[in-house]
């Protein structure tokens, strides 16, 4: 089953513990992104990549890192969260190219205290 | 920068009804514009994609409208369902993907 996954589901940390999330597809995408949504301020994209080895930011990047090594994953790392990072994000893939319909992952509800 | 407005937040509408959603944008037009379809606490899913030269796409119930000239996009879909209350986001590339903040679309029986 073609399918974007995301791990953890749910996550509660405390302030400055680094942590990952991981997030891999199965569908031999170029472009995989990464997304927070937050009540009033919709989806925001945090970093995205066009290929293994191609990042760049998105709109919020502050506080967040990833990397691409492989085509099938691309990890958001917070090396240092904080409560403002309290979120839910979510991962997304597509083909490149201009027509970009994305499959999005089933989300982690982050929490930091 | 290129901004999107999502003109209402909640819309209520009656069983049987079209539901006609708003998406406006505020720059240049983009080369296209989508529309997703997001359940609470589950990720977006593409509905549909309409291109900058093309003035209306269908899918089933689904019709989605560009107008470049009102840089607005209008999504309906006709004879509603319960099971169609969901929030709706479009999206459009301006160098980075950027999502409207959604209708939360309530389909009354």
């Known amino acids: 089953e073609a399918q974007v996954t995301q791990n953890p589901r749910y996550l509660i940390t405390v302030t400055g513990k680094k942590l990952t999330v991981t997030c891999s597809q199965n569908?031999?995408?170029?472009?995989m992104s990464w997304y927070r949504q937050d009540p009033g301020l919709g989806l925001r994209q945090i970093y995205y990549s066009m290929n293994v080895e191609v990042t760049d930011k998105g709109d919020v990047p502050e506080g967040y890192k990833v990397s691409r090594k492989e085509k099938r994953n691309f990890p958001l790392i917070l090396e240092s969260p904080s409560p403002n990072q309290t979120s839910l994000y979510f991962c997304?893939?597509?083909?490149?190219?201009?027509?970009?319909?994305?499959?999005f992952g089933p989300g982690t509800r982050l929490t930091v205290l | 920068s290129q901004k999107i407005e999502q003109n209402s937040e909640a819309l209520n509408i009656q069983e049987g009804k079209t539901a006609t959603l708003t998406c406006n944008y505020t720059n240049y037009s983009p080369a296209y514009l989508q529309w997703y379809r997001q359940d609470p606490g589950r990720g977006p899913v593409f509905l549909l994609l309409?291109?900058?030269?093309?003035k209306e796409k269908r899918k089933e119930r689904l019709k989605v409208t560009f107008d470049t000239t009102l840089k607005q996009s209008l999504f309906h879909i006709t004879a509603s369902q319960p099971a169609d209350s969901a929030t709706y986001l479009c999206?459009?590339?301006?160098?980075?993907?950027?999502f409207g903040k959604g209708t939360r679309l309530h389909i009354l029986p």
């Open positions: 569908m031999n995408h170029e472009y």
């Open positions: 997304a893939s597509s083909l490149a190219g201009e027509l970009r319909e994305q499959f």
């Open positions: 309409i291109r900058e030269n093309e």
């Open positions: 999206a459009l590339e301006d160098d980075k993907i950027i």
